[in-house]
Every structure is written in C-alpha cells, then in structure tokens.
C-alpha cells in the first residue's frame, strides 16, 4: 500500500502497487483485499476498483480503492499506514459493458461512487482500460447523480467534474444539494429537463441494495435502460463459495441463482428479482 488518505468522514482512499492489475482492469470490476499475518477478519473483502495510475514511466502502475469504515476488516484497515502490505486480487468480476448511448447517467448511493468513476472517464474518453485496451464510444455527455446521509459523506467529487460528468448531489438532511434521496435527486432533473427517456440513454448505478432496486424501478418505468453493480457480501471473489449469489432472471422469465463475483458484479437492473 504505496498511498492511504482519508478523504471523507469516515471515508478513506488508498493506493497499491500492481502494474498487472492496473493494466488489466476494466470500469466496475473489484478486487478482493486481505490483511496479511491476521485471523480476525479472516476473510478478504471485495472493493471496487476506483481508478488505475501510470508511474513515472508512463505505465500503468497503481490502482486506487475506496471504502467506508464499516466492519472489523475497513476498521483494521483504517489504522495501517502507507507501506504496510496488503494481500490483494484482481481484478474480478464482469465490470460495465460500454453501449454507445448520447447520455450516460451515473447514479450513485452512500459509498457506490466507487464503480463509477473509472466508466465516466472511459465513456468521457479521458481514459482506456483493459488488456487490450477497450475502445467504446464515447457518451454524448454525462450526468453523476450522488445521494447520501449528510454532506460530509462526499469525498473526491471533483473526480467527477474532471471526468467531464455534470455533478449532482443530494443528502437526506439536506446539508448538501438536493434535500432527499438520489431517486429524488432523479425526479429533480426530470423535472428540470435534464433528463428524459431516450433509446440513446442509459442508467449505471451503485450503492445500498435499496437504493438501487428504487433506481431500477425508476428506469423501469421510463423505458430507460440501466445496469447495476451489486454490492452482495463475498468470501472468495472467484466463484468457489457460494456466498455472493443473487436472484437473477433468465431468458425464459424463471430466475436463478447467479454468484455476483463471476457472473456480476454488474447485471441488467431488470434482470434482478429485488
């Protein structure tokens, strides 16, 4: 761990080294991080991968993560400085699939911001992910909805600007931004006219399972197509457990089980039984 800095409250960002992994990984896949040397928590946990960063010579090199203190593994994690080792793989999962659409809009909840960036700067043509390097279309624009509990849960938005998203925000005791919930957050830009059902728009959305069954609902009933990142508890990453299923719908119209590690993270937000 070459970087470790809190940038929200209760809220931390840090940076690995692993040139294989920077240069592999995609928008929306995650890693799965674990303290060496330690048995409580013996499990790893999965973290989203934030954004990739080259070294000095030009290379990708370093990946960032972003979490929230929450739980015995990111509270042990809170108290490691820069240069402590953490045991890491990656990247996993699926990831975003990147459709041409003119408006991308990226809808996030609590610590969702997380899978969101990296497919900003991707669709925003600011970056490449990928070996090889991925070349999707570029969005017409791109709009970032955040919804949390108070404004002091918000860390890195100008990640955002920079990517080129128009920033929203929104905080249920309405210190920040839009006062209420991301969905109405949503509703707000409707109204305003800068949002509207197009063919040519999209949803991707990350955060509580709540939150992102309100914003697949939402899409749902504007015809707008929207993927979702699920956030489900994980023991392995690598589809050996069995922990991580979710209730995923088929073709036919049952549904079944799918382990969001491999399967997902990211699956088709109608596809999901809520």
């Known amino acids: 761990m070459v970087g470790h800095r809190p940038i ?4 931390w960002r840090i940076r690995i080294e692993s040139p294989r992994m920077a240069a592999a990984a995609t ?25 990739v960063f080259p ?21 042990a994690l809170e108290g490691l400085p820069a240069g402590e080792r953490l045991i890491v793989w990656g990247p996993l999962g699926n990831g975003f699939a990147p459709p041409a659409v003119d408006h991308l809009v990226l809808v996030a909840g609590g610590i969702g911001q997380t899978a969101l960036l990296a497919l900003a700067r991707e669709r925003s043509g600011l970056a ?17 909805c955040w919804g949390a509990r108070t404004a002091g849960l918000f860390g890195d938005v100008d990640d955002f600007r920079q990517a080129g998203c128009d920033v929203h925000l929104a905080t249920l005791d309405g210190s920040l931004g839009t006062r209420g919930t991301v969905v ?19 949803v991707a959305t990350c ?28 023991a392995c ?11 995923i719908r088929g073709a036919d119209g049952g549904w079944d089980y799918r382990r969001t590690c491999v399967e997902g993270p990211v699956f088709d937000a109608a596809s999901v039984v809520w």
């Open 237 to 247: 990453g690598i589809g050996i457990c069995f922990t991580c299923v979710a209730p």
């Open 55 to 75: 070294g000095s010579d030009g290379r990708l090199r370093y990946v960032d993560f972003v979490y929230a203190v929450h739980g015995r593994f990111t509270t």
């Open 128 to 144: 490449r992910y990928g070996d090889p390097a991925r070349r999707p279309p570029r969005a017409g624009r791109i709009t970032f």
């Open 8 to 11: 929200a409250d209760r809220t």
């Open 27 to 51: 928008p929306g896949q995650f890693a799965m991080l674990r303290l060496p040397g330690r048995t409580d928590p013996l499990l790893a946990r999965p973290l989203a991968v934030y954004d």
């Open 207 to 234: 955060g509580p399972e709540a939150m992102m069954a309100a914003v697949a609902r939402w899409t749902a009933e504007r015809s707008i197509a929207c993927d979702v990142s699920l956030e489900t508890p994980m």
């Open 184 to 202: 109405d957050l949503l509703d707000a830009q409707l109204a305003a006219g800068r949002l509207g059902p197009s063919d040519r728009m999209q």
